[in-house]
């Protein structure tokens, strides 16, 4: 059996992010999306409703439980280590996403060099989508519908 992991803030879950997930889990036998705790970034939802609409946003394609959703703290190897993955998954959505990308997974193989990143290039239609750009556009009163799934794009409107 060959798990991999998907780790993110997930401020919110976005229709890229969903996209990644479900192609992930057509590859892999099992799926761990794992929603960080804490994070450098100044957070809009807490974990609780990250990880909400997480499981929310991928419960049509789960009907196996291939995919799971918890949150993690510390280490992104370490909670690899822990649930026993070696593959981290990233999306790419464009050449400027490389240079972090890259500096992530050597940083992650330098902690742990029996850990692998995979990267899976964005659909196209999802190329421009960020979480940032997305609360950008609800807080402006902007239509979110089509950028981030149901829920997420309800939450976003009730702040
Ligand atoms: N579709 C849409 N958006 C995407 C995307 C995709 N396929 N891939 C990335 N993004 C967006 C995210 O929404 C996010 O947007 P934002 O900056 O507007 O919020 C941005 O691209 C960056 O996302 P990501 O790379 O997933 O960063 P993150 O901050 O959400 O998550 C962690 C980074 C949590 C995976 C990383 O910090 C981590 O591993 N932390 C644990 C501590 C650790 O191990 N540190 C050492 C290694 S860095």
């Known amino acids: 059996m060959k798990p991999s992991v998907y780790a993110g803030t997930f401020d919110p879950i976005t229709n890229g992010h969903v996209d990644i997930i479900k192609r992930a889990a057509s590859i892999f036998d099992r799926v761990y999306v794992a929603v960080a705790e804490s994070t450098s970034k100044q957070v809009m939802f807490p974990i609780e409703q990250r990880v909400e609409m997480v499981k929310d946003a991928i419960a049509d394609a789960n009907l196996g439980g291939a995919i799971v959703v918890e949150p993690f703290s510390g280490l992104l190897?370490?909670?690899?280590?822990?649930?026993?993955?070696?593959?981290?998954?990233?999306?790419?959505?464009?050449?400027?996403?490389?240079?972090?990308?890259?500096?992530?997974?050597?940083?992650?193989?330098?902690?742990?060099?029996?850990?692998?990143?995979?990267?899976?290039?964005?659909?196209?239609?999802?190329?421009?989508?960020?979480?940032?750009?997305?609360?950008?556009?609800?807080?402006?009163?902007?239509?979110?519908?089509?950028?981030?799934?149901?829920?997420?794009?309800?939450?976003?409107?009730?702040?």
């Open 77 to 159: 190897v370490d909670y690899a280590r822990r649930i026993n993955v070696q593959v981290i998954i990233r999306g790419l959505r464009a050449v400027s996403d490389y240079e972090y990308e890259a500096q992530m997974a050597h940083i992650n193989r330098h902690l742990d060099e029996s850990m692998e990143t995979v990267f899976l290039v964005t659909s196209k239609q999802c190329a421009f989508i960020s979480s940032s750009i997305v609360k950008n556009v609800a807080a402006n009163g902007g239509d979110v519908s089509g950028l981030v799934p149901t829920m997420a794009a309800k939450r976003l409107s009730g702040k």
